[in-house]
Structure formats: structure tokens, C-alpha cells
């Protein structure tokens, strides 16, 4: 298996590529890609993301994308349904578990994930790339969101960054967490 490292050096090439930017050699299947790593190196993938980011452009000067933080669109969509306040007053009167009980409906996955392509507009996108699932646990669970995006995203693929590991049949959120049925995505970077 390639380090870390390696693995990352790759990221860009493959973000550039014409199979990914095409979906081709999918079998009709949907153009999304986990990258996983292991969460220890958390800040070092953040810093890399920053790097692609500013490269992608200089790489590929037509390419239209957009990086969704998850934990951010979270933040914003609370901001947008006038929760925020709310939510922090609540998780700071009664605590974590109660806060998670009474945002699991606003939260749905369904609702996220419409906030998400509202925010990507994959339409008029080449790629979408994803990071912030750490963050974003507990309050969204990557493997719903990415099952609810299924029908929403078009032909644009889509790339989340992933502190855990991905099986191909399955997400382990930082490798720790029990496995999520989840099979429909490709490696980015084996």
C-alpha cells in the first residue's frame, strides 16, 4: 500500500484527470470518490486541500469546481432556519445528546443534502470536492448524505476526503466507529 504522503502527491493528477472529470470506466455507476486517510494526519490533509485548491485552477485554468466544508454548510444551513443561536444555547442548558435529539429532524440527511447542492450547484460544476466530515460528526453521518446526494448530483463527480477508512463496501469514521454500509463510491487514490 503507498504511504500517506505518496497518496497525497496523487490527489491532484487524479482531480485533473479525464477518466475522473468524465466519469469514464464507471459502468453507469455515479462519479463519486472517497479519499480516506487516517485521521491522525488531519491537519496535514486540511493544509493539502488548501494546496489543491489554489492548484486546480493553475493545473486545469477551464475547470469549474466548487469544496464544500461540511461542517460549515451545517453551520450556514442553521444560520439560514434561525437555529444557530438556538442550538448553541441549547447544547450549552442540556448538553450533546439532548442537542442531537432535537436537531435530528432539521438535520435530515435529505435536507442537508439539498442544502449541499444548492451550495455546490453541481449543474454548473466540473467537480465537487468534500471535506469537514470530521467536524460535521455527529450531526451528519457522510454515508447518508452521500446516499441522499445519489439522485441530485447529475453526471458531476464528486470527491469527499474521508478521516477513516473506506472499504469499498463500507465507511469506518476515523477508523474507529462502527462500519457503514456504504458502496457506491470509488478510491481516489489507492
Partial sequence: MNTFKTRLDNILDRLTSDELLQNKGLGKE??????????????????????????????????????????????????????????????????????????????????????????????HQDLILVSGVGNAYPLLRS??????????????PLVMFYPGIYTGQGLRLFGKLKEANYYRAFQLVV
Fill in 143 to 156: 454515508h447518508n448524505l452521500l446516499n441522499n446526494l445519489h439522485p441530485l448530483m447529475g453526471d458531476t
Fill in 30 to 123: 455515479i462519479g463519486f470518490y472517497i479519499f480516506d486517510y487516517p485521521p491522525e494526519h488531519e491537519l496535514e490533509m486540511r493544509d493539502h486541500i488548501q494546496f489543491v485548491l489554489r492548484q486546480l485552477p493553475k493545473r486545469k485554468p477551464s475547470l469549474k469546481f466548487k469544496h464544500i466544508n461540511l461542517f460549515e454548510l451545517i453551520l450556514d444551513y442553521l444560520k439560514s432556519r434561525k437555529l444557530l443561536d438556538r442550538v448553541l444555547t441549547m447544547q450549552k442548558q442540556k448538553g450533546d445528546q439532548e442537542l442531537l435529539k432535537k436537531i435530528k429532524s432539521p438535520l435530515d440527511p435529505k435536507n442537508i443534502a439539498k442544502a449541499f447542492v444548492d451550495a455546490a450547484d453541481p449543474e
